[in-house]
């Protein structure tokens, strides 16, 4: 959390609005994760809107942030009405959405998941670039390069399974496998040569004999995908269970800081 | 007759074996057994008795089930079309569980789950039988089947997009195709008791389903009881096509593959099918369930979309025999 | 002795009386003729007797229950239903459902095969009973029937649908268990027919019975006139009466 509330009062506010003909005056945001990284680089009043998501405190480390902005909902039609001079997307928008939002004469700028460190850090000098706001970005640069140097620490803290509802595992190559390794566990995809995320056999889980499983959180109403996580067999193999804040590790941000102090 | 017991009980011990022994885990088979025997510690051990364990008795017990009732089902309705899931009493059942998961019913009680999709198929299975009847006209009961079906998956797929859940949608797959990847043995408990009790139901109405075969009128004048045969039919279907499906989903085509597969080696005597098509629907299905492991291990193919695989042409066959007029 | 007794008995179907006010008694050793147009509640009148739709008034075998009606009456149905490919065989053990035994016993095994022979149908005892001609069909059901092992026997137009050997044989097998001591109510469509062979007739007509007696008092022509609108000649033959609807 004070890593969080470090990095949000760190934007500075005192600088300049953007001026220039290449600098967006109004710009609209329309993934859960390029909202994040926008509030946290644009200037007072540049970012017009951001994603529903956004608000929502499951899935989002800014959802009170958020609340200062007008909520899209990804619809062509309201993020036209928004008159912006850049669009934000992900790279999960729908595709005629965005077609449709260039053919009206919109710059939409596509942007794909973060999912590692590097790309993390990328993302931060594209979208201070977009934005117009390098020195902000330079700066919220700066201060997750410390994070992440502090986070990491070369010991081994054992064997973990990542298993997430209807029986899904995540490997070295996405940011939930970057948060294990640089939280100095060993993921146990990696004796299946699982790479990605993937389903992975309940059964295949209880013979890499986890030191530790790590779930994502509980979401309101039920599901089966996630009562799959109430077995039986799973609590006898790894008895050590935790269950982390998704909001925090589902896009590549630097909040992903907080998701691996939380793994300490 | 004696043969074909015999052989029936042989193909499904063996494939009860072969479920226990099949796994993405690759235990060789003699560690395997030792370690569902004498237990002890280790991951050997937990694979076997709370994974493979459970999955292989609801392969029998839901296969069992589901043959039975495609059994006792066509013989009251003196139809061969008549299958739990294609006519919809598994998709009703699967309602039932639904809306118990998502009220949080099946939180509140252990037992809520299994009762409320019991009273779905009992809904289904009595809508059918008051619609449809022991009179044996396909079309009225092809046109109720869909009818019920249609609604029971619309309310089906209504109920779980309208959850807060992300992954509830996500599960329709499930409730329509049906699956035993993953379930454990507190599924077994629950469903157990609920579906020997139908199957014990079902058997004792076995003699009264022989007298329908010479038509209602005939059999009630032979001091079957109308009345009593259609209780225990409702509700013995129910008991079993219930629980089966809040375990394992709604799997179609077992109950509609099997008797027919078998009729003729019982002498098409109803009561005669009855245990048959239990020992068939139990190897049926953990044929199957082996199958979805060894064909797409990694991918959790649903069994619905392999039994249908199997029966949809089968179902198909029985309708032209139907139109042109003949009975099965 | 009365096996059959059938007092003010009265049948409404959707509203629409169909019997009114029957009487009507089966004695052993009698084969009575049920004759009426159709629509006249042949059938009714017979599934109200067994108790297998609601009715008013008495009928003591509907009083019966079910597993001792069963074994004092057996019924079979106007439409020859045969659901399943079973063999003859298994078709005539249907007969011994009310009984105990369970279709196996020795008692069982006497029934059916007695029915089997007595109906000629030992070289089809291992047949599909739904291969077989309908007059054969016919034949199994009445074997059904017979291996119940009832002294009342009900038929519902037996002889509907089949050849003229097959007609006259299923009657000839009728008057000989009535004079064995069965007794046997049964719907005819053919009057002459129901004449040469029925110990009795009854006319049902208009919800009731317009006659019941002997072949010759039942078939007068006024009483023909008033139930089927017809008139009738009767011819005198060696081989008994013939009757002819003009």
Redesign the interface.
Known sequence: MLLGAAMLAGPALAEAPPQGAATPRRVVSMNLCTDQIAMLLAAPGQLVSVSDLARNPRMSAMADEARGFAANHGRAEEIYLLRPDLVIAGAFASGPTVALLRRLGLRVEVLEPAESIAAIRAEIVHVGALLGRHEAAADLLARFDRGVARSARREDRGRAALYYANGFTSGRDTLAGEILAQAGYRNIAADYGIATTTHLPMELLVMAQPDRLITGARWPGQSRGEALLEHPALARAAPRLAEVTDRDWVCGTPFILRAIEALR | MRALFAGLGLLVAALWLASLLTGPAGIAPAEAIAALVRGGEGPVPIVMTEIRLPRALLGLAVGAGLGLSGAAMQGYL?NPLAEPGLIGVSGMAALGAVIAIQTGLALSAPLALPVAALTGAALGVGLLVALAGPR?GSVTLILAGVAISALAGAGTALVLNLSPNPYAANEIVFWLMGSLADRSMQHLWLALPPMLSGAALIVSAG?GL??????E??A??????PAGLRWRLVAGVALIVGPATAVAGAIGFVGLVVPHLL??RV????SALLPAAAMGGAALLLAADIAVRLILPERDLKLGVLTAIVGAPLFLHLIWKTRSGG?V | MTLLDLRGLSVTRRNRPVLHGIGLAVRAGELVGLIGPNGAGKSSLM?AA?G?IPFTGTSDLAALD??H??RR?????Q?R???????VE??VA??R??WPG?GRSPADRAAIDAAIARMGLEGFRRR?A?RLSGGEQARA?IA?ALA?QTPLL?ADEPVAGLDPAQQLACLRLFRALADEGHGILASIHDLGLAARFCTRLVLLAEGRVLADGPPDQVLQDALMRRAFGIITRRIDTPDGPAILPV
Do not use: H, K, N
């Open positions: 003196r044996g003699r022989d007298a329908l075969t010479l038509g009128g005939a009630a004048a032979m001091g079957v009881s009729r003729s002498g098409a005597r109803p009975r | 599934e067994l297998l079910p597993g009606r069963a009456a057996a019924y079979l149905p439409s239903e045969i659901a399943w490919p079973v063999s298994d078709l249907l007969g459902i009310p369970g599909t739904l059901l059904r119940q009900i």
